[in-house]
């Protein structure tokens, strides 16, 4: 079945840089777009970034434009959210999910906690 | 951007009841519109797409409609696994926005 698969969260002081990575199984993974959403302590969902299916296109949200980039590798089935220039804002569950039907989202990960803090 | 705006922001409902949640777009989205299911440490699911569409899997008394900008998620029977937090979506254009949840409780 699919499976989404979140790492690289933890703890980052502000102005630090964090690189979260996705692993997909379960479905053919160079067929879909795929989004980043993350959910702040106690907070709704937010939408920051999304990639096409063949490494393009992209697009991110303004709350994340120019530090955050996303990527993905499709010979290793992976997605990837480099995170440059954290700030308290930040502190969220990051959940890496695919894009389904009209730009639904089917499936999602477990989510991994990015907290930015001195 | 486009606004998304559940009401209400939370609601107390027993077993066996039928609930209405209510979404309203800032501007005309068409049928771009999807709902999802979220439980306390857990990631969302999909319950409806494309407004009324029952995503794989979810149980019929979840029922979705509406189009441009007025959306209604209705629970048929209330069941004890259903009390949760539920959102709107809109999916016409970037940057993707969510209404601001639903949570449903126990009366």
């Known amino acids: 079945q699919v499976q989404l698969v979140e790492s690289g969260g933890g703890v980052v002081k502000p102005g630090g840089s964090l690189r979260l990575s996705c692993a997909a199984s379960g479905f053919i993974f160079n067929d879909y777009y795929m989004n980043w959403i993350r959910q702040a302590p106690g907070k709704g969902l937010e939408w920051i970034s999304s990639i096409g299916s063949s490494d393009g296109p992209v697009d991110y949200a303004d709350s994340v434009k120019g530090r955050f980039t996303i990527s993905r590798d499709n010979s290793a089935n992976s997605l990837y959210l480099q995170m440059n220039s954290l700030g308290a804002e930040d502190t969220a569950v990051y959940y890496c999910a695919r894009v389904h039907s009209f730009g639904s989202t089917d499936s999602w990960g477990q989510g991994t906690l990015v907290t930015v803090s001195s | ?107």
């Open chain 2, 1 to 107: 951007d486009i606004q998304m705006t559940q009401s209400p922001s939370s609601l107390s409902a027993s077993v066996g009841d039928r609930v209405t949640v209510t979404c309203r777009a800032s501007q005309s989205i068409g049928y771009f519109l999807n709902w999802y299911q979220q439980k306390p440490g857990k990631a969302p699911k999909l319950l409806i797409f494309a407004a009324s569409s029952l995503q794989s899997g979810v149980p019929s008394r979840f029922s979705g409609s509406g189009s441009v900008t007025d959306f209604t998620l209705t629970i048929n029977s209330l069941q004890p696994e259903d009390f949760a937090t539920y959102y709107c979506q809109q999916s016409l254009k970037t940057p993707w926005t969510f209404g601001q949840g639903t949570n449903v409780d126990m009366k």
